[in-house]
């Protein structure tokens, strides 16, 4: 298959017909010597493999040895004549094949009758699958063959790509006449169908190169891609070599070797895959990625383990293929296939102008006489919005010429203005730094962005590589530039139009995770190189400061909202000083809310959207009321109070009762609730009275809104084990708990709320299924010497997850009386109800709970105290819950 400077040369060492044959002659029972010359044929190929051979000649020499195999099975069948043949097809016709490729034959007939041949064809088979081979097969008359590759692209496709391992090959010849473009699917529409295959392909692939499990086959930038490039060229060029191909014009020298070394390097991976797993495995699973960097001979280093090597080798190569099928596939379309259309063109300099809608440069040697253009073409696009891409000898032009992005280019002052230009640009920014990044021409100009190019952290939270969530990154901030992103993220959408100077987030956007992989505190060396680039590109100390503090701090947003207790006002006090001005509070939520949402779609929900805006808002008001002059934790609990009974009353509410309720629960309550949950609560409190059944409510945001949980409420008697009884029961409905509130009144009546939400990440608004949830929490709950049987006979179900250590951290909190727990450990369904049976065992009592799940592992804090109600002090006590909740969370 169209093979750069190889030819495979038959290797009898590998698998030798004469000495079969002769052990056939013996009388040996013949399935069971073809078995064993498979098998010695397979423990050849991979001793090769683990000493380093070639994988061309592994591939290949597979195919060859099953060519012989074959065709000396064939001949042990009589055929009554001369009109049949047997066919490899699709790989096997390629000559490829791994260790459990499919093996795909055809047997193509003369004539339509296939009565002559059905017994010796039906015995060929049958004796195929007795020996253990994986085939898959078709009988066709050449009828046949034409009539259904005339209706299906990919039965041409697979026909295309045949050899004749036995029989006469003039049955393939003349398939191949009656298959030839000239006669059925000519090159545009062949080229045309493969297009629209490729691109649903890519789309059940998200699009993405950087898939955490990626397959090595499907995803963009795999083997197929490579297949797509030479399917098109053979079909249309009708030849075998890519060197046939460049000499055509289709592809360079340097393409053909970033094709040629990508796929090397992904049939060994495939290879591997097939050898690891003892099947036809594409898909490079967690667990195999590790067992092939190891097998590679990747070892662990202080900054980055062997996997996260291997896999940017990986991402790396399918990067490149991604690239160059792209914009070949794109040059076929454009010089080939519309060569003889008439495309309107204008100018835009004297360098660059819009053809068809797409820029190209003026003629071929604009980047050699100004390698500013480099710069200056996504300069343009960004100025004119009508620009639909890059023509693609355009993009051979850039990828051709980058090698001139060297020191003394970026440190030419006309460089760097043009590079800033472009961050100033009103138009699609985001758009072209993506642009920049395939074309290669980012990591050039931001050497340091190009260390992180594909560089993957191993872990289910980060789930794209440095370089795609940089991007992704920019690209929310670009989305939250358009009015319909109002809905969906309408602080951010309305902060944005209001930052003074934009380029200051997209440089702030571009360098927040550049120091990864290096050693060390990210976020400090991203900093250091932030100020570099703005030292060199002529920024005023002033911005030089703003962007270097919001990539220092730009964790601290996110980790204030999900692990502290934002209705605190101690806490609020602090954040805001660590801000200092509302221009930088304004600059952080942005660049936080857009970090959170490139990070892993699954984190970004109502819930987490709520605790940002809650955060902004307070500390927005501690901000323009002064650090000088923080609010008084009295003056709130007066206001909220004062506030909930002024609704109370005019809801006709009690006010006597309100007093003498509100005086169990003590001033802590007045923090942790906003006047409108306080009212909610203590109507529903005096409504239920004096039932004995434990009060559930359950409350739903709004429909038109898309922040918040589902809040469920339960007021009852002050027991033991309530915490770990309700979370096992909440968890038993397929809900997740994000944030826990516990109170306990004077009189020990409890005021827990839990926000949670359904599996999807979403609040619960259902009537139904809110109506379900309150009854069978109320029957968990009624009968506490029921919780310690609800709590253990929870089994949680299991998740495939890394093997991320349990951290517990513990240390006091003396201001509010109380010890903090952080715990850092694998996720899985019912973890906080076994957290809650660890509480039971050792007598902890619990006030409050944060809960943040990244992706596979959650950080969760708790705000614990023995049963009396004091701090955990005793370290003994601290070192046997530590190890407790090692102990079952680690299993």
């Not at 060994?268 to 797993?277: D, E, G, K, P």
């Not at 792209?326 to 300099?349: G, K, S, W, Y």
């Not at 709590?791 to 909190?813: A, G, M």
């Not at 006590?877 to 102990?887: F, S, V, Y």
Request: glycine share 6%; hydrophobic share 40%; aromatic share 8%.
């Amino acid at each position: 298959m169209l093979l750069h400077h190889y030819r495979f040369e038959p290797d009898e060492t590998l698998f030798d017909t004469g000495d079969l044959r002769r052990e056939l002659a013996t009388g040996s029972p013949p399935v069971v010597l073809f078995k064993q010359a498979l098998n010695l044929i397979q423990r050849r190929l991979d001793a090769r493999f683990h000493d380093g051979a070639d994988i061309r000649d592994l591939v290949h020499g597979r195919a060859w040895c099953l060519d012989r195999l074959l065709e000396l099975a064939w001949t042990r069948h009589t055929w009554p004549d001369d009109g049949i043949a047997l066919l490899a097809v699709g790989g096997y016709g390629r000559g490829e094949l791994h260790p459990h490729s499919d093996i795909d034959l055809m047997v193509l007939l003369e004539r339509d009758d296939d009565t002559p041949y059905r017994e010796a064809l039906s015995a060929f088979i049958t004796f195929l699958w007795d020996i253990g081979l994986e085939i898959g097969h078709s009988v066709r008359s050449l009828a046949d063959c034409q009539r259904e590759a005339e209706a299906d692209v990919t039965v041409i496709t697979n026909l295309i790509e045949t050899r004749t391992l036995a029989g006469p090959d003039r049955l393939r010849e003349a398939m191949r006449e009656q298959l030839s473009s000239c006669n059925m699917w000519p090159s545009h529409r062949f080229f045309e169908a493969k297009w629209q295959e490729q691109i649903a392909r890519h789309r059940r692939h998200n699009n993405s190169e950087y898939q955490l499990e990626p397959n090595i086959k499907s995803s963009p930038g795999g083997l197929r891609d490579i297949q797509m490039i030479g399917w098109v060229a053979k079909r249309h060029f009708c030849l075998l070599r890519y060197e046939d191909v460049v000499a055509q014009g289709f592809m360079n020298d340097a393409e053909l070797r970033i094709l040629s070394q990508g796929q090397a390097f992904l049939w060994q991976v495939r290879y591997a895959l097939h050898m690891l797993t003892g099947r036809a495995e594409d898909r490079l699973l967690f667990d195999h990625q590790r067992a092939i960097a190891k097998l590679f001979g990747f070892q662990d280093t202080p900054q980055r383990l062997a996997v996260e090597q291997f896999m940017k080798r990986y991402y790396r190569h399918v990067t490149a293929l991604a690239g160059l099928n792209d914009m070949l596939l794109q040059h076929f379309d454009e010089v080939i296939l519309r060569a003889d259309e008439t495309l309107e063109t204008e100018p835009l300099n004297s360098r660059f102008e819009i053809k068809g809608g797409y820029i190209q440069a003026r003629d071929d040697r604009v980047f050699h006489r100004r390698p500013a253009a480099l710069l200056e073409l996504f300069l343009l696009m960004a100025q004119h919005p009508r620009i639909e891409g890059v023509r693609a000898q355009t993009i051979r032009l850039i990828r051709d010429h980058r090698h001139q992005i060297d020191d003394t280019f970026r440190d030419d002052v006309r460089h760097q203005r043009l590079f800033m230009e472009l961050l100033r640009s009103d138009g699609n920014v985001s758009r072209q730094l993506r642009r920049m990044n395939r074309y290669g021409v980012l990591g050039k100009y931001l050497p340091e962005f190009g260390q992180a190019v594909g560089l993957m952290q191993h872990d289910l939270f980060h789930i794209y590589t440095v370089d795609a969530h940089t991007l992704r990154l920019l690209k929310f901030v670009q989305h939250f530039r358009n009015p319909d992103s109002r809905e969906a993220f309408p602080v951010a959408a309305t902060l944005i139009q209001q930052l003074p100077k934009l380029e200051l987030l997209w440089i702030a956007g571009l360098y927040h995770d550049i120091g990864k992989g290096r050693g060390g505190n990210h976020s400090l060396l991203g900093a250091r190189d932030a100020e570099e680039f703005c030292q060199r590109h002529d920024l005023s100390a002033r911005d030089t400061r703003l962007v270097v503090w919001l990539i220092e701090q730009h964790l601290l947003m996110s980790m204030t909202a999900q692990k502290r207790d934002i209705s605190d006002p101690d806490v609020i006090r602090e954040f805001a000083e660590l801000i200092g001005e509302e221009m930088r509070l304004d600059y952080l939520y942005v660049l936080t809310v857009a970090d959170i949402n490139a990070t892993n779609p699954t984190l970004w929900n109502g819930w987490r959207a709520t605790l940002l805006r809650q955060l902004y808002g307070e500390t927005k008001r501690a901000l323009r009321r002064g650090l000088e002059n923080p609010i008084d934790r009295d003056d709130w609990i007066a206001e909220t109070r004062a506030e909930a009974l002024a609704l109370l009353r005019t809801l006709g509410s009690d006010v006597a009762h309100i007093e003498c309720l509100w005086n169990t629960l003590g001033d802590d309550y007045f923090l942790q609730y906003q006047a409108s949950e306080i009212v909610w609560q203590t109507q529903g409190i005096l409504e239920h009275g004096d039932c004995p059944l434990p009060l559930i409510m359950i409350s739903a945001p709004a429909e038109d809104s898309s922040e918040g949980g589902t809040k469920v409420f339960i007021h009852t008697r002050s027991v033991n084990d309530l915490f770990a009884a309700s979370a096992a029961a909440i968890d038993q409905l397929d809900l997740s708990i994000h944030d826990a509130r516990i109170a306990t009144s004077s009189s020990d009546w409890t005021l827990n709320t839990f926000i949670v939400l359904d599996d999807q990440d979403e609040p619960i608004r259902d009537a139904f299924r809110l109506e379900e949830i309150r009854r069978h929490l109320v029957e968990e709950l009624d009968d506490p010497d029921d919780y310690p049987q609800i709590v253990s006979r929870h089994t949680p179900r299991q998740l495939k997850h890394f093997r991320v250590p349990t951290r517990v951290l513990i240390e006091q909190d003396p201001a509010n009386e109380r010890t903090v727990l952080e715990l850092i450990a694998p996720d899985r369904p019912g973890l906080l109800a076994r957290v809650g049976r660890i509480f039971m065992e050792q007598e902890i009592a619990l006030s409050a709970a944060k809960i943040a799940t990244l992706g596979e592992r959650v950080e969760d804090v708790f705000f614990i105290t023995d049963r009396c109600g004091a701090p955990l002090t005793d370290q003994a006590h601290q070192t046997r819950l530590r190890e407790r909740l090692c102990e079952m969370l680690d299993v």
